[in-house]
């Protein structure tokens, strides 16, 4: 690895690309090793919320540790996970929408009794539901500890700037993720046993590939991170936050896109969900453990976009099932708006 980044580094100009490059082509390996895992009992939902967030945001969190290291501010760490976390609740999966549909409603067989496949998707459906009330929960989570206790007087004091994060806030966060990690975790040996499934041996070869991956991830990154550090002026050291979070978003757009495309809609929808909770709460809680936090003021446009694309998808998928294909250019715009406030504005 060391050879690789020397002969990287003595590329010049070119060595910021190629190491983008690097990052994106590991990223895309390890999201190919899911469809290996996909057949190793686990399936629909559990492989979109176990698996597939640790892959796809895989780069999030190696940006926080990276940035903690280095003495980064929180408030990169801050954009960089709203970045993420909006681009994959409206872009992505409105794009999807448009491009393919998001229908989830289950059929049923010809004497009207559900089939096996229909009921596998309903309980994608009532999985999916819970990873967006745990969106909002997650996201109102952070906006109540950035108030740092101070009580909101009115909805403008609600909506004001917040404080920081820190040490005790992390551990809250941290802690938060993983209890919600560990009820899904229950959930797959739950279903193993109930239907008689082993993981294959094999598994623990896709693991060594995927721990690979993320190594090389991480020696992409952290050179990526030293570079604009380095640099401490113009557009790409002052908008740090901004750029990362598009440059991690595109392995997860490229696997929400592959699965749109093969009528997945179940996994496209709960990779993206679950990928946010990697960033929201885990990604900010563990800056917070090292350092404290301080929350830019362009976050509570995020969060508001944020929390309200939770409830239109919970709307929309709990009373119909799917989501319109005309909501697909609502979250597309929506998107817009927050790009204008945070990066425009």
Known sequence: MKVLVQWIESTGPWAPWLFAGLFVLVSLLMIWRLEALSHSGLKGTVLGTVVMPYCSGMGNLIFTIVMARKG??????????????????????????????????????????????????????????????????????????????????????????????????????????????????????????????????????????????AYVAYVSIEWLVGWVLKLQTGFVAKHLGWLSGWLMVLPNATLAFYYGWTGRPEVVYTSQVSDGHICIPLCVGLYALHRTLVVPPFSVVGMAILVGSALVHFAFVALLGYLPRFMGWVLVAAYGVFVYKGLLS
């Open 72 to 213: 980064g501010t929180g408030t990169e760490v801050m954009t960089n996970c709203l970045v993420n976390n909006v681009t994959n609740m409206t872009l992505i999966i409105g794009l999807a929408t448009i491009f393919w549909g998001m229908y989830l409603v289950p059929g049923q067989s010809a004497k009207g009794k559900a089939t096996r496949a229909s009921k596998e998707r309903r309980i994608d459906r009532l999985s999916l539901l819970l990873g967006l009330t745990a969106v909002a929960f997650f996201t109102g989570a952070v906006w109540a500890l950035a108030r740092d206790g101070r009580p909101p007087v009115g909805l403008g004091a609600a909506l004001a700037g917040f404080g920081r994060l820190d040490f005790g806030d992390g551990l809250v966060l941290v802690g938060l993720f993983l209890f919600w990690q560990v009820i899904h975790v229950f959930e797959v040996l739950k279903t193993n046993v109930s239907e008689g499934r082993s993981m294959r041996v094999w598994l623990l070869v896709d693991l060594v590939v995927l721990a690979a991956c």
